[in-house]
């Protein structure tokens, strides 16, 4: 007999090193997972570690070989097949037809073979077609993401720009306040460095006027010292060594109202994001 290529062959011969030329299987041992022969399948079912395996047969379907598998086989009825069909909307076997389902309408699956091959057909162009469907839509949902990424980077980068001017702004603002505290603490340092000199020379006078009181003087020296004395004591009176810092504080008070007023406007004010939906038709597809 001339095999075809569809053809299941006998594992059993095709292992045995002496089997010149492999038979075609008939059964299928569940067990052991092989296709087994006619000849092999007696062995088998004598032999007695694999008499109680469970085998399964090997049907002519189309001209070509066929496996039933396990589940086209009656879970109720060990052996039977599945070659009914109820309607109860069940597969049952000939032997549930004859008891369980006897007062059941049913027919021969070979008869609404077509039929039903036609359902399950249109089944699976009804699903190629949802298919194609949410395809287009993950297409779409890609496309929008790559859209929106793309718009993100744009945005960012104009925000990126509006506090690089806001940068510069701050930084002007900050250079014009290192002039203010220069030119406050300069006019400070000048005026009080001019006091200090003035000081100087008072104590230089007060000095050089103390000398006399270890000298003998005579009446009239002493009525013109005393003359000199008090005219020095009395311009002494008149200089205010008393320092106000007031500028300085009142300028970091002033600094400090201002930071706070800032800081409220940048919270509460400066900026924000819009998000407005847009439709597909106005969707822009880089």
Do not use: W
Request: proline share 1%; hydrophobic share 35%.
């Amino acid at each position: 007999m001339k095999l075809s290529n569809k053809t299941i062959l006998c594992n059993l011969c095709l292992e045995d090193i002496d089997t010149e030329e492999p038979l075609q299987a008939s059964h299928y041992c569940c067990n052991c997972n092989k296709n087994i022969c006619h000849v092999h399948l007696k062995v088998h079912k004598l032999k007695k570690s694999t008499k109680d395996h469970h085998l399964q047969l090997l049907l002519e379907q189309n001209s070509s070989s066929s496996l039933y598998k396990e589940h086209h086989y009656c879970k109720l009825h060990a052996g039977y097949l599945l070659e009914v069909f109820c309607d109860c909307n069940q597969l049952i076997c000939s032997k549930c037809a004859a008891f369980s389902h006897k007062t059941h309408n049913y027919v021969d699956i070979k008869d609404i073979e077509k039929v039903e091959q036609e359902k399950v057909t249109k089944l699976f162009n009804d699903f190629d077609l949802k298919k194609d469907i949410l395809l287009q839509r993950k297409k779409l949902n890609e496309a929008i993401i790559e859209s929106v990424n793309k718009q993100s980077l744009v945005v960012k980068n104009e925000i990126n720009l509006q506090f690089c001017e806001l940068h510069k702004e701050l930084d002007k603002k900050k250079e014009m306040l290192y002039l203010a505290v220069d030119e406050i603490v300069n006019n400070k340092i000048k005026s009080l460095q001019n006091e200090n000199q003035l000081l100087e020379e008072n104590v230089n006078n007060i000095q050089r006027l103390c000398k006399l009181k270890n000298n003998n003087l005579n009446s009239i020296d002493i009525l013109q010292n005393k003359l000199n004395l008090e005219s020095e004591i009395n311009s002494l009176n008149k200089v205010n060594v008393l320092n106000k810092p007031n500028e300085m504080i009142d300028f970091k008070v002033n600094m400090a109202n201002d930071k706070n007023k800032l800081i409220e406007i940048i919270k509460n004010n400066l900026g924000n994001i819009e998000n407005k939906e847009i439709k597909e038709n106005d969707l822009i597809l880089f």
